[in-house]
T-cell receptor, first 114, second 119 residues
Framework: AQTVTQSQPEMSVQEAETVTLSCTYDTSESDYYLFWYKQPPSRQMILVIRQEAYKQQNATENRFSVNFQKAAKSFSLKISDSQLGDAAMYFC???????????FGKGTKLSVIP | GAVVSQHPSWVICKSGTSVKIECRSLDFQATTMFWYRQFPKQSLMLMATSNEGSKATYEQGVEKDKFLINHASLTLSTLTVTSAHPEDSSFYICSASRILAGVTYNEQFFGPGTRLTVL
């Protein structure tokens, strides 16, 4: 069984500043993946970044990076140089390597202040 | 690549009618497709998992006779909401996992969603 917890229902950040979204998870899987998805007002789910649990190196994608702390079961997302287009709901998700199902957190609504 | 489409993007129907929603993987083959329901300002709730050529696996609490899922090919899955009622009004999202060179990546690609309103 897997659970994903996002403790920040809403966050805001000034344009060009940096913000970190929190996520903790629990899983019985020995091999698993973690994801951050973005859902803008259009409601199209967009993959932001993905982390394989067996990799110690934190994933990065341009302005997006994660802080993956496996022992603490923590997987936070850092957005640098925030842009207006980053405003969206952000969902943290986990999935076992042997299954394609994802478990989603409740989401964090990010607002970007011009 | 890895584009998933849904049709229709929105639909309004009368109570008691049935509505079919299509989910297609446009440029890849999908072993597994998923159907989610999302209420306003809430997270995605998995309804069912469908594999090509086999019966769908429904999550607890989801009525399989109410939400019929057919996954006839590696690029198409359909969700039919039968005898729809106002409480079925919601945003329905499908996703697909990709087969690439015989390896299925643990990543889901999402369709744009379908907004269903039942009057």
């Amino acid at each position: 069984a897997q659970t994903v917890t996002q403790s920040q229902p809403e966050m805001s950040v000034q344009e060009a500043e940096t913000v970190t979204l929190s996520c903790t998870y629990d899983t019985s899987e020995s091999d698993y993946y973690l994801f951050w998805y973005k859902q803008p007002p259009s409601r199209q789910m967009i993959l932001v970044i993905r982390q394989e649990a067996y990799k110690q190196q934190n994933a990065t994608e341009n302005r997006f990076s994660v802080n993956f702390q496996k022992a603490a079961k923590s997987f936070s997302l850092k957005i640098s140089d925030s842009q207006l287009g980053d405003a969206a709901m952000y969902f943290c998700a986990s999935g076992g390597a042997g299954s394609y199902q994802l478990t989603f957190g409740k989401g964090t609504k990010l607002s970007v202040i011009p | 690549g890895a584009v998933v489409s849904q049709h229709p993007s929105w639909v309004i129907c009368k109570s008691g009618t049935s509505v079919k929603i299509e989910c297609r993987s446009l440029d890849f083959q999908a072993t597994t497709m998923f159907w989610y329901r999302q209420f306003p300002k809430q997270s995605l709730m998995l309804m069912a998992t469908s594999n090509e050529g086999s019966k769908a696996t429904y999550e607890q609490g989801v009525e399989k006779d109410k939400f019929l899922i057919n996954h006839a090919s590696l690029t198409l899955s359909t969700l039919t909401v039968t005898s729809a009622h106002p409480e079925d009004s919601s945003f329905y999202i499908c996703s697909a996992s990709r087969i690439l060179a015989g390896v299925t990546y643990n990543e889901q690609f999402f369709g744009p969603g379908t907004r269903l309103t039942v009057l």
